[in-house]
């Protein structure tokens, strides 16, 4: 399938009830963190997506905000940040988006935003989110092991990094 094409670009007011609809889809919310398996206000989602942030980027597809990408907890004297992306519109899974996105963002960071490393995790059951990141190069540094309540079972958090040369 030819791969669809996204737009990043600096979240506006308009995204933040969008988003805040985003996560109130069980099927986006399941393989991220635990304090989204639960009702938060859209004060919470509205100080997320318009409040201060190191690198934080709507993404947009056929002129309609589909989700939240960027680089968090940047430690300066490290050179280090991590990877989160989302993608609240099902309809757009599957189609590269999130493959294009997670390689853009890395791009941006090493190039641009001078990072020697970044790091990411997901969920172990999120088989969308290993492929993206094994395709972009991240090495699995290891297992925090039945570290996450979800669907009635513990399941392993994978943590991952990048470093620029790699
Ligand atoms: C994870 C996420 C970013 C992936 O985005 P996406 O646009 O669907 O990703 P892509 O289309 O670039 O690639 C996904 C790949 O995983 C595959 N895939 C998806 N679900 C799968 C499954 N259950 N088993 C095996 N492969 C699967 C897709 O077929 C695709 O592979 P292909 O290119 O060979 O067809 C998106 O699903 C998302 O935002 N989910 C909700 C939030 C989330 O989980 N974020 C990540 C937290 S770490």
Not at 52 to 57: E, F
Not at 95 to 113: A, K
Not at 127 to 143: L, Y
């Amino acid at each position: 399938m030819a791969e669809t094409l996204f737009n990043l670009r600096l979240p506006l007011p308009s995204d933040a009830p969008l988003y805040n609809n985003l996560l109130c889809d069980p099927e986006i919310t399941v393989w991220l963190e635990d304090r989204l398996q639960y009702p938060i206000s859209y004060t919470e989602v509205e100080t997320f997506v318009l409040g201060k942030a190191w690198l934080r980027w709507a993404i947009e597809c056929d002129g309609n905000f589909i989700g939240m990408t960027g680089l968090e907890d940047y430690s300066p004297q490290r050179g280090v940040a991590r990877f989160f992306i989302v993608i609240g519109d099902r309809t757009y899974w599957g189609r590269g988006i999130g493959q294009g996105v997670i390689d853009s963002v890395v791009r941006h960071g090493f190039e641009n935003l001078g990072l020697r490393k970044i790091i990411s995790n997901y969920l172990e059951p999120n088989k969308a989110s290993q492929i993206i990141h094994d395709r972009a190069d991240f090495v699995v540094d290891g297992h925090l092991r039945k570290d996450c309540w979800r669907c009635g079972t513990w399941v392993d958090q994978i943590l991952l990094s990048r470093f620029r040369d790699e």
